[in-house]
T-cell receptor, first 112, second 114 residues
Framework: RKEVEQDPGPFNVPEGATVAFNCTYS??????FFWYRQDCRKEPKLLMS???SGNEDGRFTAQLNRASQYISLLIRDSKLSDSATYLC?????????????FGQGTILTVHP | SAVISQKPSRDICQRGTSLTIQCQVD?????MFWYRQQPGQSLTLIAT?????????ESGFVIDKFPISRPNLTFSTLTVSNMSPEDSSIYLC???????????FGNGTRLTVT
């Protein structure tokens, strides 16, 4: 099982749609979780951290389910500018403490 | 968050040569890392750049191929040695405030080896 696994997509949605991505992780001792956005030919940029209680930032909502070992990202009212690759990142626990592991990314395309 | 400047932003190199990538941060940071992103792939950690001591390399990466310097808390270099076309990739410098913090990345170096 991969340490961090995402559905690679691609997801093709119309403007205004709601889209959700899931990401599973294998290390139950993982401590912190993040979603990054990467535009084509650019470096990854932090979209949001994921907290145990769930958190929201405008149209974006992130949730963590420790029991099932997955995190999710929900994007409401999609915009054309949301088209990008979304990377799930997990900070490992135990012997991997401090090491961040990246998922393979989920490609989102929002079309008019 | 810290401003991270990486150069060169891109380069085309011949096989057998070496390229040194520089990473400059506008503030002192404890943790600096070098990642690689091969075409169509996600990010893979090459090594942790340790200030004043040898870098800590991940499995599959060795010092002879990817020597790293970290002379102080604001600067690091990564050298890609004796390059082959398989080294064509994006190389990214990143920093982290503490173990539970997110990473912040430099703009990356796009390397093509012919």
């Amino acid at each position: 099982r991969k340490e961090v696994e995402q559905d690679p997509g691609p997801f093709n949605v119309p403007e205004g749609a709601t889209v959700a991505f899931n990401c599973t992780y294998s290390n139950s001792a993982s401590q912190s979780f993040f979603w990054y956005r990467q535009d084509c030919r650019k470096e990854p940029k932090l979209l949001m951290s994921v907290y145990s209680s769930g958190n929201e930032d405008g149209r974006f909502t992130a949730q963590l389910n420790r029991a099932s070992q997955y995190i999710s990202l929900l994007i409401r009212d999609s915009k054309l500018s949301d088209s990008a690759t979304y990377l799930c990142v997990v900070n490992g626990g135990g012997t991997s403490y401090g090491k961040l592991t990246f998922g393979q990314g989920t490609i989102l395309t929002v079309h008019p | 968050s810290a401003v991270i400047s990486q150069k060169p932003s891109r380069d085309i190199c011949q096989r057998g040569t070496s390229l040194t990538i520089q990473c400059q941060v506008d503030s002192q940071v404890t943790m600096m890392f070098w990642y690689r992103q091969q075409p169509g792939q996600s990010l893979t950690l090459i090594a942790t750049a340790n200030q004043g001591s040898e870098a800590t390399y991940e499995s599959g990466f060795v010092i002879d191929k990817f020597p790293i310097s970290r002379p102080n808390l604001t600067f690091s270099t990564l050298t890609v040695s004796n390059m082959s076309p398989e080294d064509s990739s994006i190389y990214l410098c990143s920093v982290q405030e503490n173990y539970n913090s997110p990473l912040h990345f430099g703009n990356g170096t796009r390397l093509t080896v012919t």
